[in-house]
């Protein structure tokens, strides 16, 4: 075979081999598995995000008090006073830790929430602040993009504030609702309600508690069991 023959089908062997090896694929956004997909945990599961923790403390309720330690606290109580009531719980953080807000959602969609509860504190205002997703209701899909999947929960999250609404009423604490962009709550593929805790200011049927109250926060505490305990009978339909 002749030098310049050699080098033309080197040429081709060379291309040939190129035509084989697969291109580079860009990066995908990962995806939320939605209901049609195996779920990780059937039944009835409740997820409670307490806000902060570790390196980040949140709020400083006061001097000697930070936001991190009375979510926390709160998802402590409320885990003992569902799980009393024989609702499966599952929290993102049980210590003085901050998981990421993939890590945080990534829990609670892993465990096939039939509800999720991300819990704030605050210093201002008086009662219960709810907080649903900002995101417009988008329809179902097989697989959620994972920064918006709370787009496909949106009506059930609101029919899971109402109850909630309903029960702290019931319970004379004041409401205030509101809608807000917010992670980890967007990314969470369950109906999922932000709940900020403020103190109580006095009123004409209530005396005034501080946030760190303890029959204030069994007060709220009771109201949300009440209403988790409503919306297991519920959230099926």
């Not at 040429?11 to 956004?29: D, E, F, K």
């Not at 890590?103 to 709810?130: F, K, M, Y």
């Not at 179902?140 to 309903?166: F, G, N």
């Not at 926060?217 to 519920?234: G, M, N, P, Y």
Request: include cysteine.
């Amino acid at each position: 075979m002749r030098w310049t023959e050699a080098a033309a089908l080197a040429v081709i062997l060379l291309g040939c081999a190129q035509a084989q090896t697969p291109p580079p694929q860009a990066p995908q956004m990962p995806a939320v598995p939605a209901p049609a997909a195996p779920l990780v945990r059937p039944g009835f599961v409740v997820v409670l995000d307490a806000a902060h923790g570790g390196s980040d403390p949140g709020a400083h309720l006061r001097s000697d008090l930070q936001e991190k330690d009375v979510t926390l606290a709160l998802s402590n109580r409320l885990r003992s006073a569902l799980r009393a009531r024989g609702i499966d719980v599952v929290t993102t953080r049980d210590g003085d830790v901050n998981p990421s807000m993939a890590d945080r959602a990534g829990t609670a969609n892993h465990a096939a929430a039939a509800g999720c509860l991300v819990i704030h504190a605050t210093a201002t205002g008086s009662g219960v602040h709810l907080f649903t997703s900002s995101l417009a209701q988008a329809a179902p899909a097989r697989m959620l993009p994972w920064q918006t999947a709370q787009a496909a929960y949106v009506t059930q999250s609101l029919k899971l504030e109402s109850e909630i609404d309903s029960a702290l009423a019931h319970a004379q604490i004041p409401v205030t609702l509101g809608r807000a962009y917010v992670q980890p709550m967007d990314s969470l593929a369950c109906p999922a309600v932000a709940v900020e805790m403020a103190p109580l200011v006095a009123g004409h049927v209530t005396e005034a508690r501080g946030i760190s109250d303890a029959g204030y926060q069994k007060s709220v505490v009771d109201a949300l069991s009440a209403a988790l305990e409503s919306w297991r009978s519920d959230w099926k339909q």
